[in-house]
């Protein structure tokens, strides 16, 4: 499946638009994990703790946009828009919200996808 920020895909038109779709994934971060993020922060860097996180709800939030759009029969998604929160009492879990337009796309001249 074709997936893309933009709203055209060159080279393949689209056929039909199926709706927007959207999926959430929202993942805590324990305390182990703050205080690994909390030594970067003193001793300067990345946190990678936290990067894996962030790149671990991502994936999470766009497997679940692509099963989506799958189900109604999409060939490709358009339009993806990705929202990062945190919610929680104390800010303590992230959330991620992908957004896009399914669409049915054209194969090309070639005939593929």
Do not use: W
């Amino acid at each position: 499946m074709i997936t893309t920020t933009t709203n055209t895909i060159e080279g393949y038109p689209v056929k039909d638009y199926l709706g927007v779709i959207s999926s959430e994934a929202i993942i805590g971060a324990n305390i182990f994990k703050d205080l690994f993020a909390g030594l970067a922060d003193i001793v300067g860097g990345r946190s990678m703790t936290y990067e894996k996180v962030i790149d671990e709800a991502r994936t999470n939030a766009l497997n679940e946009l692509t099963d989506k759009a799958r189900k109604i029969g999409a060939n490709a998604i358009i339009g993806i828009d990705l929202d990062f929160e945190t919610v929680g009492a104390s800010g303590s879990m992230l959330m991620v919200i992908a957004t896009g337009t399914a669409v049915r796309i054209e194969a090309n001249s070639g005939g593929q996808l």
